[in-house]
């Protein structure tokens, strides 16, 4: 069983749809970090949190540790939303380990 | 600030030979990082630095794989000799120890390596 789980691993959703991406993890951990990859290849940190909520625009990251789950929301998707989001966590500070990524596709 | 730098970003290259992937940290960041990143695997950890230290190589998948970090502003990645199962996409990242932002990872653009 991988360390890290994400769900869906794909996601169609139509522009203006809230869209939800899980991740469960199974180790302890100092930090979770959300990442997005977009179809050219470049990779981008969104959020980095180790407790609560954080929100940058349409974006927003929760964390439950006692679950050790966290969710990534998109309000009113776009179509330039479309990438794959990964999830990842921090164990012991710089150690990381990764969820196989959620493909997202937002259609106009 | 023109943030992780890596080159090249495209090598195609023969089974058996040497390849050097290079990065270039952001400056003032303490932490560097060397992923692979495949379609079987997703990314991989490969082995990090700490001040210009190796803190953790066990990511590093053998011994035909080093990695170097002479100083605050460079590393390298090399790979002697290649194999066709060494064929991926590396990125590099970097992040601070200590401040603002600690631990927030910057990514480069990765170095997508073909080995035929």
């Known amino acids: 069983k991988n360390e890290v789980e994400q769900s869906p691993q794909n996601l169609t959703a139509q522009e203006g749809e809230f869209i939800t991406i899980n991740c469960s993890y199974s180790?302890?951990?100092?930090?979770l970090h959300w990442l997005q990859q977009h179809p050219g290849g470049g990779i981008v940190s969104l959020f980095m949190?180790?407790?609560g909520k954080k929100k940058h625009g349409r974006l927003i990251a929760t964390i439950n540790i006692q679950e050790k789950h966290s969710s990534l929301h998109i309000t009113a998707s776009h179509p330039r939303d479309s990438a794959v989001y990964i999830c990842?966590?921090?164990?012991?500070?710089?150690?990381?380990?990764f969820g196989a990524g959620t493909r997202l596709t937002v259609k106009p | 600030d023109a943030g992780v730098i890596q080159s090249p970003r495209h090598e195609v290259t023969e089974m058996g030979q040497e390849v050097t992937l290079r990065c270039k940290p952001i400056?003032?960041?303490?932490?560097l990082f060397w992923y692979r990143q495949t379609m079987m695997r997703g990314l991989e950890l490969l082995i990090y630095?700490?001040?210009?230290?190796?803190?953790?190589d066990s990511g590093m998948p053998e011994d035909r794989f080093s990695a170097k970090m002479p100083n605050a502003s460079f590393s390298t990645l090399k790979i002697q000799p290649s194999e066709p199962r060494d064929s991926a996409v590396y990125f590099c990242?970097?992040?601070?120890?200590?401040?603002?932002?600690?631990?927030?990872?910057?990514f480069g653009e990765g170095s997508r390596l073909t080995v035929l």
């Open positions: 990242a970097s992040s601070r120890l200590a401040g603002a932002n600690t631990g927030e990872l910057f």
């Open positions: 180790v302890g951990i100092s930090a």
């Open positions: 949190l180790s407790s």
């Open positions: 990842a966590v921090s164990v012991n500070n710089n150690d990381m380990r």
């Open positions: 400056s003032g960041h303490n932490s």
């Open positions: 630095f700490n001040n210009n230290v190796p803190i953790d």
